[in-house]
């Protein structure tokens, strides 16, 4: 008992301390790091560059371009109107400032300024000028983080639009890894040539089908198991600065179940069997 | 000119060795903070290829140096429960700055280490390493990455990682060295 008492009097102040703050360390880890997110947000405030508008619009090119799939864009969506073809309306993207990088290398992150209070959600769709960039995967009252296209634990289906040969990219390491990926084939034959554009694939439940991704840098036809490819991404992921976040709807995915009893089904009886 | 109304008020503020502990700790608990503030920025002249120093290593590397074990490994638990929240849970940063701060603190039972900038330096070098590899080996056992993915990443982010930490350490050193002494938070 004395023993106890010694050493009470020796560590306890010491041991009650430690606890404390392995306490206080566990809750916060369990809080999903709510706490930090939020107070790193609102250190990096003042820092927000304001988006430079300027730089984007000024490719003349660029513009006409834009102003030309508008145009077709409103040719397809009369047609598709005339066909009876309805589609989901697009909703508008919540500007988002990028205020920070992943808090360890082993992940690649982005840190965003907006959050649950502007109407981000989990798993939200993260683009910018150029194409796809991520995936929201943590989200607080006013910040959220992006798991990035380039992550490498990330792993996204995609198809080249050419072709429709489908595959999935990773992300690699080295001094590109922050601007490449790797694309790797289901086929082990695919139609694949360098300048070839990436988009999401329909298999992905990750992001909507048809985003934009990247472009074929080089192709490995030899690879074993299957052929691979490099894939250069069109956003600029390393250089951001201001991203756009749009909810993610995911794609129906109940199946079709096959009726029990088609004879007494009212589609498969034809006017003819009637008496 | 004299303000002996400030002068006084100084003094009581430097006595009591109650007033400096809590004030020490209040600061080292906010070093803590400042640390894990720093972890998501890359500012310029801090980044090597996208990587930045690891603040919290920094963090344990300095503690630890003249503390016992259970000192330094408390506080490896303690920030890497920290980091876990700031990145993913799976696999979690403790083992490393656990292992980081017991390896630190048992460096010290070897009198030829004198603590200066350029021992500090050094050890966050080769911690940075170490920590780095128990990561990889940790991401080597959950096996949902090719071991030769893991380990050309572990190859970049060790060596970027410990030049980076390493030169950032004095920066962290010397304030929180200076705190410590001051208000006699308890050191070997």
Redesign the interface.
Known sequence: MLSVRRWWERFGT?TLW?GA??G???I??H???GF?LE??QL?ARPFYSSPDRTAQLENAQAQELQQRLIDLQNKNQKLEDLLGFTQAQKSKGIPAPV?????????S?L?LGRGKKDGVELNSIVMSPGGVVGRVSKVSDSGSVVTLLSD??NQVGVTVSRTRATGFIKG????K??SQVIMEFFDKNVDVRRGDTVVTSAFSKKFPSGLPVGRVESVDMGKSPSPEAVIQLTAPI?ALEWTAIYPHLPPQTEDLTPDPEPRNSKILTSPAEKP | MQFPGMTQMLQTVKTPPKIRLILGGVLTVMSVWICLMLLPTRLPGMALAGIGPNWLLIWVVIWSFKRSVWQGMSAGLVLGLLQDAMTEENPTHIFSLMFVGYLTSRLQKQRFLRENFIVITLVTFGMAVVGETVMALQFSSLGNRTLIDIWKHHQLIALSSAILSSLWAPVLYFPLNQLWKWSAIPHD
């Open positions: 010491t430690t703050a392995v206080i360390a566990l916060i880890r809080t999903q790091g930090l107070s790193y250190i205020i920070g990088r992943s808090a360890d290398h082993w992940w992150n840190v490498a634990f690699q390491s080295g001094d890894a922050g390393a």
